[in-house]
């Protein structure tokens, strides 16, 4: 009776051995799957973070866009203009001569 045990566990070991074989490529996709995950996982958070980076970016130029325009318009407002010619030596003018078209002198009447 111990020859027919002895016999049962060798079928037994070898049904074991064909079931890891079987199971194998599963372990190795689930490992490659499993990596993969982890590896995506990191690209997504350091991507994330540089999103975040250029968001900031991005309202500090928004920021300093809208100063400058405001300091722009500032600057160019007619009464700053003035200010500024008055500074340079130029005046109002006193008096304004206006040059016309000059007319024809020795010109041919138009029939």
């Given at each position: 009776m111990k020859?027919?045990?002895?016999?049962?566990?060798?079928?037994?070991?070898?049904?074991?051995?064909?079931?890891?074989?079987?199971?194998?490529?599963?372990?190795?996709?689930?490992g490659m799957f499993l990596i993969t995950t982890v590896f995506f996982t990191i690209e997504t958070?350091?991507?994330?973070?540089?999103?975040?980076?250029l968001e900031h970016?991005?309202?500090?130029l928004l920021e300093?866009?809208?100063t400058l325009s405001s300091q722009l318009l500032q600057r160019s407002s007619l009464s700053n203009l003035s200010e500024s010619a008055e500074s340079l030596g130029y005046k109002k003018p006193t008096k304004?001569?206006?040059?016309?078209?000059?007319?024809?002198?020795?010109?041919v009447p138009q029939p």
């Open positions: 020859q027919f045990k002895g016999l049962k566990n060798k079928k037994n070991i070898k049904f074991n051995i064909s079931q890891k074989g079987r199971t194998l490529p599963f372990w190795i996709v689930v958070a350091t991507s994330g973070a540089e999103l975040a980076r970016s991005e309202q500090v300093e866009n809208r304004v001569i206006y040059i016309l078209e000059p007319a024809g002198v020795a010109k």
